[in-house]
């Protein structure tokens, strides 16, 4: 298939990109021995002094012993990268040339022959190498059988043979069907003897006997029964379990053998593995007869060839290579160091999962464990509100999974994007085109810094999809994330209407910024011939049965609008005719957000016209038997009632909760600057006035105010937060030591000390004791009412702040607020009825207060304390209803006459301690 004409390109890139590893293991093989280690981050992202555990992102080194040298890594975050920094460093220190490195054709082909009298020397037998299983269990092989090691295995086992035989014939780099004939090449210059078939090769004496000793014969039970699947060549034949007995004193490939209906192993060809990156699970299917002939050909002729039979398009879209004839799925193999056999149970269920496992969607459905609920949303609202694994996570596997390159993220900087262009070499009319576009672009983005533009590109490095989105977003991720939706999304529509003309595909693309080039087609072939024929139902059809789900049900206050989270219980069942019904999936508690598409239609439909709490049951259309199958967990009965006909799915959804749109988001989107600027605007003016030296943040959550304040000349020297949220402190312990360690560092050094503790704040703690200024902006709201009256009377009473800022949303703003970010609900009759009902902002909120119950709170606490209180608000116009967005009360401590001596007590505990005379965070004794 494609795989062929690709192949040709990989000459040229051969000689260049051969990996630093891979240069040596070819000059030392199994004498270059790698040794990674953990270690924990130090980059001064940690924050020192900060009494939590802190959880650093790990980073890895790698130690490379040769037989010459020793080499030690950079820090790597993958491990892979530090083994790959070590080699380049040992090749740096050998002075190895790299592309002098790689052998001729003639070169390699004698040292597959060394390698080849190597493996089945004495030497070999007693090593630790993935083909020494296969080695030893050729000797339970019986009568003419024997010894005999087949071909397929040396040609997969051993990467040294492969990489050899890539330098013989490049096009083995994609075709690996193509290195058994190389070897076999090479065998006829060992002194080994083939196989009749020419498709297996023994030594022609017998391993000394003090070599058969010492190798530990396994503790394994008589015999094993592995699950695996039979994948039948015709598209219209269904896959079906079978079952593989394979004893302690037999060749597993023997076994397989059988059930595929040949004599023995060495007329078996194993693919490469499928599914996880790790996995052994592999097809095995027969040689067909074609290739056994051709690869026994007297030397001399090219044997370049590879199986010709009938292909088995489930099998070869799989694994990624050609597969011919029926095929068995199996997931099987020996450990290093004995003939223990090392499996796992390969069900229908396993097999589906690998099928959906190849679009997008189907990634994001297992992610979720959700196959029938969940689907592939289109758009990427925030972080907090997505779900499962993210896009470019998905992205990458759907990449890995068509043996497509790792995709190209280009992240932008906004100012950075219209010189962009000029750097890309690409030479169609694409350049006009997306100048032209970017101009409206950057109009769309306004408010955000961050674009990204993402490539696909082949393993033949050939660009096959270029996206290049012209949303900004605040945050580079979010950017990222946006990209590789809008790919996955476009893919995915692809995959399931494979009858799409070219030019509806196109205009698709560029509704949503992706430019496709032809060869996108050639690429995904396969796929498409698969997901053709299993994908004859509509995945998304509603029944009428919908009906059941109550219109005229009382809303209880719950309006689902766009950007809510609802939270949902569900279990959904097979209905077959009279043969009853089988749950195929279930959830106790699932997560999506409304509007996005993050389940099926109906699904939406019909969760959107519930209230919380209440209960609902609809039939739905069957959807494809990869995704049910997929589901299943008892995949023989569910198989058998849907090769019964005549099925539908039942869905039973109960409506948890609800979780409204974040509020920050809202006060990001509406307000300018947004509101939280606007309350530190408001701190910032109450510090100028009152001169305060000193300040302590009431529920300072991850330190945004105190950070803020950092960023002005003020006249504090000394500022405090406490919070109960461990999590939000430390976070605020890094920006903190952040900001502080640079404006030290810049001479700036005007805040003497910062502390931050664990504590509650309606429990009094002397060392906040008369503070200039207390803070408490938006968190009397996420108390208990009684709380916050609670709050009031300590603070008044205990901590006796000079001036006290209280902020709070005012539930009366929340009309607007509503108005303004619920979209497309206009035409929903329902709205006026909801309003009526507004709910809080966040989910968090206890209580949200009208103006006249916040200053009936603060006047009445106000007076019980002998402070005096004024009102205002950020958001919004005083004097216009409906009032500021966030109301504010500043108290201010009357007279002079507070108690003077306090008892000490404390507790909270200091969670960090910034002091600038020793310019360094420490840890107090926090009793
Ligand atoms: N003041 C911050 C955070 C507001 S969110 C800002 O304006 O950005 C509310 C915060 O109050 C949360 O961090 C929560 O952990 C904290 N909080 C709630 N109850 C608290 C209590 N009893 N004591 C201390 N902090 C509390
Ligand atoms: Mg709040």
Request: proline fraction near 4%.
């Given at each position: 298939?494609?795989?062929?004409?690709?192949?040709?390109?990989?000459?040229?890139?051969?000689?260049?990109?051969?990996?630093?590893?891979?240069?040596?293991?070819?000059?030392?093989?199994?004498?270059?021995?790698?040794?990674v280690e953990e270690v924990q981050k130090s980059d001064g992202n940690e924050c020192p002094?900060l009494?939590?555990p802190q959880k650093g992102p790990c980073l890895y080194r790698?130690?490379?012993?040769?037989?010459?040298?020793?080499?030690?890594?950079e820090l790597c975050k993958k491990k892979?990268d530090a083994?790959?920094?070590?080699?380049?460093?040992?090749?740096?220190?050998?002075?190895?040339?790299?592309?002098?490195?790689?052998?001729?054709?003639?070169?390699?082909?004698?040292?597959?022959?060394?390698?080849?009298?190597?493996?089945?020397?004495?030497?070999?037998?007693?090593?630790?190498?993935?083909?020494?299983?296969?080695?030893?269990?050729?000797?339970?092989?019986?009568?003419?059988?024997?010894?005999?090691?087949?071909?397929?295995?040396?040609?997969?086992?051993?990467?040294?043979?492969?990489?050899?035989?890539?330098?013989?014939?490049?096009?083995?780099?994609?075709?690996?069907?193509?290195?058994?004939?190389?070897?076999?090449?090479?065998?006829?210059?060992?002194?080994?003897?083939?196989?009749?078939?020419?498709?297996?090769?023994?030594?022609?004496?017998?391993?000394?006997?003090?070599?058969?000793?010492?190798?530990?014969?396994?503790?394994?039970?008589?015999?094993?029964?592995?699950?695996?699947?039979?994948?039948?060549?015709?598209?219209?034949?269904?896959?079906?379990?079978?079952?593989?007995?394979?004893?302690?004193?037999?060749?597993?490939?023997?076994?397989?053998?059988?059930?595929?209906?040949?004599?023995?192993?060495?007329?078996?060809?194993?693919?490469?593995?499928?599914?996880?990156?790790?996995?052994?699970?592999?097809?095995?299917?027969?040689?067909?007869?074609?290739?056994?002939?051709?690869?026994?050909?007297?030397?001399?002729?090219?044997?370049?060839?590879?199986?010709?039979?009938?292909?088995?398009?489930?099998?070869?879209?799989?694994?990624?290579?050609?597969?011919?004839?029926?095929?068995?799925?199996?997931?099987?193999?020996?450990?290093?160091?004995?003939?223990?056999?090392?499996?796992?149970?390969?069900?229908?269920?396993?097999?589906?999962?690998?099928?959906?496992?190849?679009?997008?969607?189907?990634?994001?459905?297992?992610?979720?464990?959700?196959?029938?609920?969940?689907?592939?949303?289109?758009?990427?609202?925030?972080?907090?509100?997505?779900?499962?694994?993210?896009?470019?996570?998905?992205?990458?596997?759907?990449?890995?999974?068509?043996?497509?390159?790792?995709?190209?993220?280009?992240?932008?900087?906004?100012?950075?994007?219209?010189?962009?262009?000029?750097?890309?070499?690409?030479?169609?009319?694409?350049?006009?085109?997306?100048?032209?576009?970017?101009?409206?672009?950057?109009?769309?983005?306004?408010?955000?810094?961050?674009?990204?533009?993402?490539?696909?590109?082949?393993?033949?490095?050939?660009?096959?999809?270029?996206?290049?989105?012209?949303?900004?977003?605040?945050?580079?991720?979010?950017?990222?994330?946006?990209?590789?939706?809008?790919?996955?999304?476009?893919?995915?529509?692809?995959?399931?209407?494979?009858?799409?003309?070219?030019?509806?595909?196109?205009?698709?693309?560029?509704?949503?910024?992706?430019?496709?080039?032809?060869?996108?087609?050639?690429?995904?072939?396969?796929?498409?011939?698969?997901?053709?024929?299993?994908?004859?139902?509509?995945?998304?059809?509603?029944?009428?049965?919908?009906?059941?789900?109550?219109?005229?049900?009382?809303?209880?206050?719950?309006?689902?609008?766009?950007?809510?989270?609802?939270?949902?219980?569900?279990?959904?069942?097979?209905?077959?005719?009279?043969?009853?019904?089988?749950?195929?999936?279930?959830?106790?508690?699932?997560?999506?957000?409304?509007?996005?598409?993050?389940?099926?239609?109906?699904?939406?439909?019909?969760?959107?016209?519930?209230?919380?709490?209440?209960?609902?049951?609809?039939?739905?259309?069957?959807?494809?038997?990869?995704?049910?199958?997929?589901?299943?967990?008892?995949?023989?009965?569910?198989?058998?009632?849907?090769?019964?006909?005549?099925?539908?799915?039942?869905?039973?959804?109960?409506?948890?909760?609800?979780?409204?749109?974040?509020?920050?988001?809202?006060?990001?989107?509406?307000?300018?600057?947004?509101?939280?600027?606007?309350?530190?605007?408001?701190?910032?003016?109450?510090?100028?006035?009152?001169?305060?030296?000193?300040?302590?943040?009431?529920?300072?959550?991850?330190?945004?105010?105190?950070?803020?304040?950092?960023?002005?000349?003020?006249?504090?020297?000394?500022?405090?937060?406490?919070?109960?949220?461990?999590?939000?402190?430390a976070?605020?312990?890094k920006?903190?030591h952040t900001?502080?360690?640079?404006?030290?560092?810049?001479?700036?050094?005007?805040?003497?000390?910062?502390?931050?503790?664990?504590?509650?704040?309606?429990?009094?703690?002397?060392?906040?004791?008369?503070?200039?200024?207390?803070?408490?902006?938006?968190?009397?709201?996420?108390?208990?009412?009684?709380?916050?009256?609670?709050?009031?009377?300590?603070?008044?009473?205990?901590?006796?702040?000079?001036?006290?800022?209280?902020?709070?949303?005012?539930?009366?703003?929340?009309?607007?607020?509503?108005?303004?970010?619920?979209?497309?609900?206009?035409?929903?009759?329902?709205?006026?009825?909801?309003?009526?009902?507004?709910?809080?902002?966040?989910?968090?909120?206890?209580?949200?207060?009208?103006?006249?119950?916040?200053?009936?709170?603060?006047?009445?606490?106000?007076?019980?304390?002998?402070?005096?209180?004024?009102?205002?608000?950020?958001?919004?116009?005083?004097?216009?209803?409906?009032?500021?967005?966030?109301?504010?009360?500043?108290?201010?401590?009357?007279?002079?006459?507070?108690?003077?001596?306090?008892?000490?007590?404390?507790?909270?505990?200091?969670?960090?301690?910034?002091?600038?005379?020793?310019?360094?965070?420490?840890?107090?004794?926090?009793?």
């Open positions: 298939m494609g795989s062929q004409e690709t192949s040709v390109l990989a000459l040229k890139k051969k000689t260049v990109t051969l990996t630093p590893k891979a240069i040596i293991h070819q000059k030392f093989g199994a004498n270059a021995v790698y040794k002094g009494n939590l790698c130690s490379l012993q040769l037989p010459e040298v020793s080499v030690v890594s892979k083994e790959q920094s070590a080699a380049e460093k040992a090749i740096e220190k050998l002075g190895i040339n790299p592309t002098l490195s790689i052998p001729t054709a003639q070169e390699a082909g004698d040292e597959v022959v060394g390698r080849l009298s190597y493996l089945f020397s004495d030497a070999f037998y007693t090593t630790v190498h993935p083909l020494s299983g296969h080695f030893r269990a050729a000797l339970l092989r019986k009568d003419h059988l024997y010894g005999y090691v087949p071909v397929s295995v040396l040609s997969l086992f051993d990467s040294k043979l492969i990489n050899l035989c890539k330098c013989m014939n490049p096009k083995a780099e994609y075709n690996t069907w193509l290195v058994v004939p190389l070897i076999l090449k090479a065998a006829s210059r060992v002194p080994l003897l083939i196989s009749e078939n020419h498709l297996s090769m023994r030594r022609p004496s017998p391993y000394p006997p003090e070599v058969l000793e010492g190798i530990d014969n396994s503790n394994l039970p008589e015999s094993i029964c592995i699950k695996a699947v039979r994948v039948p060549c015709s598209i219209d034949e269904i896959v079906e379990p079978l079952l593989l007995n394979v004893s302690i004193n037999e060749y597993y490939l023997d076994v397989i053998a059988q059930e595929l209906g040949v004599t023995d192993a060495s007329k078996v060809l194993v693919s490469r593995s499928v599914g996880k990156a790790s996995s052994e699970t592999r097809f095995y299917f027969c040689a067909p007869q074609s290739y056994m002939l051709n690869v026994s050909l007297e030397s001399g002729e090219e044997l370049t060839n590879e199986p010709e039979g009938t292909l088995n398009t489930r099998a070869s879209y799989l694994s990624g290579q050609n597969v011919y004839g029926d095929a068995i799925l199996a997931s099987i193999g020996y450990t290093w160091k004995s003939t223990d056999i090392l499996y796992e149970d390969v069900s229908l269920r396993s097999y589906y999962r690998i099928v959906i496992n190849k679009m997008p969607d189907g990634v994001y459905k297992l992610s979720r464990e959700a196959i029938l609920a969940a689907e592939l949303p289109i758009a990427f609202t925030t972080r907090s509100n997505w779900r499962g694994s993210y896009p470019r996570d998905i992205l990458c596997t759907f990449c890995r999974q068509h043996r497509l390159s790792v995709p190209e993220i280009i992240p932008l900087e906004n100012s950075e994007v219209p010189g962009l262009h000029k750097k890309l070499k690409l030479t169609d009319s694409r350049e006009q085109e997306t100048n032209g576009g970017s101009l409206a672009g950057s109009a769309a983005g306004v408010g955000g810094t961050f674009k990204c533009e993402i490539k696909i590109i082949s393993r033949s490095q050939e660009l096959i999809l270029w996206c290049t989105p012209k949303e900004s977003f605040k945050k580079q991720s979010d950017a990222i994330q946006d990209a590789a939706l809008k790919i996955l999304t476009w893919l995915n529509n692809y995959f399931k209407n494979p009858k799409m003309s070219v030019e509806n595909l196109t205009t698709s693309a560029h509704e949503i910024d992706i430019q496709f080039y032809p060869r996108c087609f050639k690429e995904f072939e396969l796929c498409l011939v698969v997901n053709n024929t299993s994908r004859l139902l509509n995945s998304d059809c509603l029944s009428d049965n919908t009906d059941s789900v109550n219109d005229s049900d009382d809303m209880s206050g719950v309006s689902l609008s766009t950007g809510s989270l609802a939270c949902i219980s569900y279990s959904i069942y097979l209905l077959a005719g009279d043969c009853g019904k089988e749950l195929l999936e279930r959830s106790e508690e699932f997560e999506f957000e409304i509007g996005s598409k993050a389940v099926f239609s109906h699904l939406e439909a019909a969760v959107t016209k519930m209230s919380v709490g209440q209960s609902v049951s609809y039939k739905a259309e069957v959807l494809s038997r990869e995704l049910i199958m997929s589901a299943a967990t008892d995949s023989e009965r569910i198989l058998s009632l849907l090769n019964s006909g005549g099925c539908s799915l039942e869905y039973s959804i109960t409506l948890l909760r609800v979780t409204e749109p974040l509020e920050e988001r809202m006060e990001q989107a509406l307000f300018s600057p947004p509101l939280s600027k606007q309350r530190v605007e408001f701190a910032l003016q109450q510090i100028k006035e009152s001169c305060a030296a000193s300040l302590v943040d009431f529920g300072c959550g991850s330190g945004s105010l105190l950070e803020s304040l950092l960023a002005y000349p003020t006249s504090l020297e000394n500022v405090v937060g406490v919070d109960i949220s461990q999590r939000s402190l976070r605020a312990a920006i903190l900001k502080l360690t640079i404006k030290t560092e810049a001479g700036s050094d005007q805040i003497k000390s910062a502390v931050l503790y664990d504590g509650s704040i309606t429990t009094f703690d002397s060392r906040l004791y008369g503070f200039d200024i207390g803070t408490c902006l938006e968190v009397i709201e996420h108390m208990e009412e009684d709380q916050a009256f609670l709050f009031g009377d300590v603070v008044l009473s205990f901590f006796c702040p000079k001036v006290l800022i209280v902020s709070t949303p005012n539930f009366e703003y929340n009309v607007i607020l509503h108005k303004s970010t619920v979209q497309g609900q206009e035409d929903d009759p329902d709205e006026k009825n909801q309003s009526q009902s507004s709910k809080f902002r966040n989910h968090d909120h206890k209580f949200e207060w009208t103006r006249e119950q916040f200053n009936d709170w603060a006047s009445k606490l106000a007076e019980r304390h002998n402070y005096s209180v004024q009102f205002s608000g950020v958001g919004g116009v005083d004097g216009v209803e409906p009032g500021y967005a966030s109301q504010i009360a500043v108290f201010r401590r009357g007279g002079d006459n507070f108690p003077e001596n306090v008892n000490t007590s404390h507790h909270y505990n200091v969670i960090w301690d910034w002091s600038s005379s020793s310019s360094s965070s420490m840890i107090k004794d926090f009793q």
